[in-house]
């Protein structure tokens, strides 16, 4: 499968991986010590346009279920986050930021509450499985944390819905931006949701049983045929332009969820108890002093970004403001797009910078807000 | 540098990178979010012969440092493992099993004491900073738990002794086996031990400098040159002759560290407090019931081992007894190798086995003692 890539058990192939290797996969990453397949012979740009007129299937099962079960489950998992959980209910998914205790996010899951005593955190690529559990063992609470054998498998693209209809009914087909929902499936109960890491939001169904995952593939691509589904992964054009942050690219340890525009998910007035409140709260009381934002840039099509890349105010003399983190080439708004943490004070839409390349070259470049949008 | 792995901020490379990419780098692994570099042109074979008779650099900065100091520190990390660290002291290194509360395996780091209150752990493939940090918050320790920029380099095979000595003098090239000591290096003082992830157990040097990362390089490789230095990596086929585990590959949350044969690392008397005990002493009483052992098994080079083989007991009706979890040809004992669980009353030396490639084929082997030796 690839020329470079030593493959060994220790980065850990999903139930699907029979028919992602038939499909022949070509462009893949590593996530939660898992393959993540990204692309099937189109090129990033190819496979965005056809994400957004089309539909496609991912087999997102890099997307670790990390399960919270037991008599101190909702007190542990309101812990975690700043998020307030009090009125959290099943039949939703809650994105929360977890942090550290001095604010530093550790992972952004989606929260899924099963029952009172029951929970399911979609995770980022991150151990979170180990942070669970080392506070569980360390506050010595009573409660069972594990990772499942779960495999989620992602229905994307406008035509999702159309597809979901066909296979499943128009219930499930409806379901609200970040419901859940149940579908029956070769005699089992599988958990739906209307989510997923595009900017289409479709469906991610999370399958609990491997041996249906060659049954479910099939089953999808089969129904997927007459809406010209192809088989796909997160594209990198497609969430640079919906502002989707990525754990590990926009977000590390050393970024706090306030810099990220988070700061509706922080509960911080006292009525939570959770990991890094006072921290936050020190935080919010000062500004964080930078916040995610949008950068657009001239020049030919850019690389993709390994390493931060420095953002300047344009302008004799302009210092650095920010650094871009992820970038692509946008076929939508004809020049390149980049997610960069940018300073107070040049955050104005329009704002002139330049942003200077891996190969020293200077692009001129304006702020703009997320997700991004013609004109700007 | 890759076909088909896609690169993002997401999965870090390292402060040596200018200089594994103009090695030309061709084969590599992702470890702890970050590139391991594997190769360098030559086959696994030929960097295999090439370890064992001369000496190699490899960047090995994966090897993340969870440092912890503060107060409580001694205490944390001896409530991290069951192997007694109460006479552990400065200027050695211990391999320590870190297990969650049923005694499943989370990582293998290294410990290394730095003084009374500050401990560096290097860390297997997991994220064993964010199980720490959990235990922490949720004990309420007084400790800092951090990942400083350490970016180790290492130097192995035979001949790394006189590398060493060429640069740093004959007192830190005989340092004894898992003992440390220091170099100067450009000014600064930077930590070395006498270990490392091959059969020839090198040096390791813990530069604590990112900015001198391109020097340090650039010195060792030239000070490698009289003894025919290479560029390399950690080796399957040397790894598994020698009988060294991966964390991922031969244990995962599955296994216990005495089915690991580290029971010499379990001190399970009740004189020491760690996570797990309960579970190990229990788990001590009845025997694991299966213990890693290694498998010869004949036929043309087998493939690399992505899920567990099958292990068999040869004969009408042979069940399954283990399953191999890391394979390669061993171009020493001229037959293929592979380190495998095996059960209780199959572990003689020569019980006959049969062990079940992925593509169906069976081939005859016989369980051996590990490392690897001649005969048996």
Not at 120 to 129: M, Q, R, Y
Not at 166 to 191: D, V, W
Not at 338 to 364: F, I, K
Request: hydrophobic fraction near 40%; aromatic fraction near 10%.
């Amino acid at each position: 499968m690839s020329d470079g890539l030593r493959f060994a058990r220790r980065i850990r192939t999903s139930p699907y991986f029979s028919r992602i290797e038939a499909h022949g996969v070509t462009g893949y990453s590593v996530y939660n010590h898992m393959i993540l397949p990204k692309s099937f012979g189109m090129s990033v740009e190819e496979a965005y346009w056809h994400l957004n007129e089309h539909v496609q299937v991912w087999d997102v099962s890099v997307q670790r279920q990390v399960e919270i079960s037991g008599p101190d489950a909702g007190r542990l998992v309101q812990w975690l986050t700043p998020r307030d959980l009090r009125a959290a209910q099943g039949g939703r998914c809650y994105y929360i930021p977890v942090v550290d205790a001095g604010g530093g996010m550790l992972n952004d899951p989606v929260l899924m509450k099963l029952a009172d005593d029951r929970y399911w955190l979609s995770v980022a690529d991150s151990d979170l499985l180990l942070y669970v559990k080392g506070l569980a063992i360390g506050a010595g609470l009573d409660v069972s944390v594990e990772e499942p054998d779960v495999n989620p498998l992602a229905i994307q693209g406008p035509k999702a819905p159309e597809v979901m209809a066909s296979l499943f009914g128009s219930e499930i087909a409806s379901l609200g931006f970040f419901h859940t929902g149940y579908i029956e499936l070769f005699g089992t109960r599988q958990l739906v949701s209307r989510s997923g890491f595009s900017s289409k939001a479709g469906f991610e169904i999370y399958l609990d049983d491997s041996s249906l995952a060659e049954r479910l593939w099939d089953l999808v691509r089969d129904a997927g045929r007459p809406f010209g589904m192809k088989p796909g992964g997160p594209n990198l054009i497609d969430r640079i332009e919906a502002g989707l942050l990525g754990y590990g690219n926009e977000m590390t340890r050393e970024n706090n969820p306030l810099e990220m525009g988070y700061g509706k998910f922080c509960q911080l007035d006292g009525s939570i108890d959770c990991i890094g409140l006072a921290a936050l709260q020190q935080i919010a009381r000062t500004g964080p002093g930078r916040m995610i934002a949008g950068v657009k840039f001239d020049g030919p099509p850019c690389p993709s970004c390994h390493n931060p890349w420095p953002v300047r105010a344009a302008g004799e003399g302009g210092g650095q403001v920010g650094r871009v983190t992820s970038a692509a080439w946008s076929p939508r708004f004809r020049c390149n797009i980049g997610l960069s943490l940018v300073d107070d004070g040049y955050r104005d839409e329009g704002q002139a910078v330049n942003v200077t390349l891996p190969d020293g070259s200077e692009r001129a470049g304006a702020v703009c807000g997320l997700p991004f949008r013609e004109g700007g």
